[in-house]
């Protein structure tokens, strides 16, 4: 317990800004459904065909999975607030428009016949006796709405647009209780509180419940606009960084923004870190929501670019690698890749040493007199690629008894627990050295090499030269044990990634001190 009250007092500006940007999203998506869901209600509380039909609409768009909506839409919208907007405000729209009209539909007939018998017209009808009426049952479904947003919200993290899903998505890559805790019982806190709040107004008078929706609203976007950029003098080019879930992006991605911004002064970068998927990155710098990534030349191969059909499936040297990823983004999306570090973060097979020991383990070709006995934790990219366990499958001839997907920090934890006993990892996790595991010897050469650069489009490494330049003096430097050390710094003994990217880049005469 003493941990975590540390960890909130080290973090507390954190998760100041994490709680208001929570809300932010929150309650714009929910100002946004609701006028949505309220006038289409409206709209159809006479027509109640129509009204099915789109009620099972919103009911279908609220069984699709969050992150399968995010992946749609960021090639649509990009990254950051607006596609978590969009999702949000998607699975808010159901019990809204359902309370709403159930509410309207309610309304006895003969209420509705006295008011045409006074002349009221069809809005003074519904202004003055239809919305009153039924504003209980719609104030209803707009708590129920709220506290659906505020708990789906914490996946905008993933995106990069904030929230208290970052102290949760930085507790799973690192193992730390304290931030998952502090994520998770914060949005359950103002899930809890504002339902409340909500329930209380409600039963003095259902319009100062919306009425107060409403001015929070309006004060949360006020205060946005006011720390946004909007409205300050735009003296520096902004450029944008991203980089995936996990620290050794973390730790890269604020080595590019130093080299950067000492190199040119006409610049600011802005860092996006924690980002899910390869898909994610590399759709958001295909629409220009972003400028630069760090990404790795197998991935590259594997993921990203079409292989000719004749070189798919072929292991060639690293720099064969580098050369046919560069030549195809150039080519295919008219994207530049500079040129790579030392360090090879390839794919590996990872075991516990007493099971290794145990079984006698020392290459992944060991594993087929076991693999009946065999629990396999993998990422779920992992299991689907052809380079992963498609792979194993195909060229070591190995299927397992048990193969279960997982997020990547909880297949350490897995195996730590025993719930697993084979796991994929990347060879400079800090991980391996911190659970005692030990990687299995890729024998036939399964897994490509894996080196990392930045990706960018062509167009912006041609107008900013100095940028290139910068990013260029990374290139051949980081050996693997320098970022297996460095992973180990900031997942394992906590120090910041900014620092141990400024220390290495000191230490290494990269970087001015």
Known sequence: MSQLFKTISERRGDIVTAVFEHLTISFFALLIASVIAIFLAIVL?????????????????????????????????????????????????????QNTFVGLSQIDPSLSEAADAFGLSRLQKLIKLEIPLALPVIVSGVRTALVLIIGTATLAALIGAGGLGTFILLGIDRNDTNLIIIGAVLSAL???????????????????????LLSLTV?????????????????????????????????LINMYKDLIEAQDKNVTVTLKPNFGKTTFLFNALKSDKIDIYPEFTGTVLESIVKVPENEKGKVFSSEATYQKGKKLLKSQFDMDFLKPMSYQNTYAVAVKKSFAKANHLTTISDLKAIQDKVKAGFTLEFIDRGDGYKGIQSKYGENFASVSSMEPALRYQAINSGAVNVIDAYSTDSEIKRYDLVVLKDDKQLFPPYQGAPILKADFAKAHPKIVKALNKLAGKISESDMSEMNYDVAVKKVSAEKVAQDYLEKHGLLEK
Not at 191 to 209: C, D, H, T
């Open 45 to 97: 509380s006479h027509h109640k065909r129509t009204a099915g039909i789109v009620l099972q609409i919103t009911s279908i768009l609220q069984t699709i999975p969050s992150l399968a909506l995010l992946g749609l839409l960021i090639p649509l919208v990009g990254i950051g607030t607006i596609p978590a907007l969009i999702a949000l405000v998607i699975y808010a729209l159901l019990p809204i428009f």
């Open 190 to 212: 103002l899930a809890i509180i504002f339902s409340a709040l909500i329930g209380f107004m409600q039963k003095k008078r259902p319009i100062v419940a919306v009425i107060s």
């Open 219 to 251: 004060v949360l976007g006020g205060i946005s606009l006011a720390q946004s950029d909007i409205f300050k003098p735009k003296v520096k080019e902004n450029i944008v960084i991203a980089g995936k879930l996990g620290s050794e992006p973390e730790i």
